[in-house]
């Protein structure tokens, strides 16, 4: 699934860049080499972000 239309960034592609870039959506597009263009995706992404980093590492239970 697409997060970002503008820049094409699936879900998946954002997930992996929370496990390694600090910082708000700006922050982690900007390490895929893209910009935010029309910004309706940015507070989406940020819940992935945040989600992700939150339980993304978590070992999955036994
Ligand atoms: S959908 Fe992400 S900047 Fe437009």
Redesign the pocket.
Known sequence: MY?????A?RESELRRVARHVPGDAEQAYAAMGKV???????CD?DCILDEEREFGLQPAAA
């Open positions: 997060v970002c239309i503008c820049n960034i935010p263009q029309c910004g309706q995706c940015l992404a």
